[in-house]
T-cell receptor, first 115, second 116 residues
C-alpha cells in the first residue's frame, strides 16, 4: 500500500459526459501527479500540482483539467468524454516539487470506461 | 521520436531463469534514470533510481546498470519468479525542463511473463 488513495476505483459513463476523479496523496506529500494509461499503452504524464499550484504539464487535453485543494487532495476533471478516453488514470504523490528528482508513490488507479 | 526506447517490447521466460531488459535514451542533459515495476492493473512501484555517477544499483534480485556515455541502462532480473511477471518502465529525467516545466521522459515499457 503506497498511502495514495484514489476514488472511485471504477467508473463507467457515456460519451459526452463529464467525470471527476479524486486523489489523496500520502501524508506530508506536497506534489500530486496525474497519469493516463490506455490499454496496452505506456504511462502518459498529464499534469503535476505542487502545494496547490500547477507545476508541470504533459500531454493533457484541453478537455481535461485538474486542481489541488488546500488540504492537498487533487481532482482530475474529464469533460466531453470520448471512447478514446477509456483508460486507467493514476495519481502519484511525492514530497517535493521536482518530478524528475522526486520518488513518486502511485495510487491504485481509477479505471474509466466510456461507452 | 520517443527519447526513451525500451526493448524488447515483450519477453517470456521460464521460472528460475535470468533476463535483461534494455533502456536506451537520448535525453540530454541527463539527470537521473528510474526503473518501475507495474503489475497488471496496478500502479507502478519504484525499483531503482540512478544518477549519472552511479553505474550499478541493486534491489534484491533486481540489478540496474547505467552507462551514461552510451546512454544505455539495463535491468537484470536474477532467478526469476512468477511474481516478476509485470511491465517494467524506464523513466529518464532531464536536467532541463521543457516549455511546460516537465522534465520526465517515459519509455513504453517491457512486458515480462514468467512461466512455470
Amino acid at each position: 500500500d503506497s498511502g495514495v488513495t484514489q476514488t472511485p476505483k471504477h467508473l463507467i459513463t457515456a460519451t459526452g459526459q463529464r467525470v471527476t476523479l479524486r486523489c489523496s496523496p500520502r501524508s506530508g506529500d506536497l506534489s500530486v501527479y496525474w497519469y493516463q494509461q490506455s490499454l496496452d499503452q505506456g504511462l502518459q504524464f498529464l499534469i503535476q500540482y505542487y502545494n496547490g499550484e500547477e507545476r508541470a504539464k504533459g500531454n493533457i487535453l484541453e478537455r481535461f483539467s485538474a486542481q489541488q485543494f488546500p488540504d492537498l487532495h487533487s481532482e482530475l476533471n474529464l469533460s466531453s468524454l470520448e471512447l478514446g478516453d477509456s483508460a486507467l488514470y493514476f495519481c502519484a504523490s511525492s514530497p517535493q516539487g521536482s518530478g524528475g528528482w522526486s520518488e513518486q508513490y502511485f495510487g491504485p488507479g481509477t479505471r474509466l470506461t466510456v461507452t | 521520436k520517443n527519447q526513451v526506447e525500451q526493448s524488447p517490447q515483450s519477453l517470456i521466460i521460464l521460472e528460475g531463469k535470468n533476463c535483461t531488459l534494455q533502456c536506451n535514451y537520448t535525453v540530454s542533459p541527463f539527470s537521473n534514470l528510474r526503473w518501475y515495476k507495474q503489475d497488471t492493473g496496478r500502479g507502478p512501484v519504484s525499483l531503482t533510481i540512478m544518477t549519472f555517477s552511479e553505474n550499478t544499483k541493486s534491489n534484491g534480485r533486481y540489478t540496474a546498470t547505467l552507462d551514461a556515455d552510451t546512454k544505455q541502462s539495463s535491468l537484470h532480473i536474477t532467478a526469476s519468479q512468477l511474481s516478476d511477471s509485470a511491465s517494467y518502465i524506464c523513466v529518464v529525467s532531464s536536467a532541463v525542463s521543457d516549455g511546460n516545466n516537465n522534465d520526465m521522459r517515459f519509455g513504453a515499457g517491457t512486458r515480462l511473463t514468467v512461466k512455470p
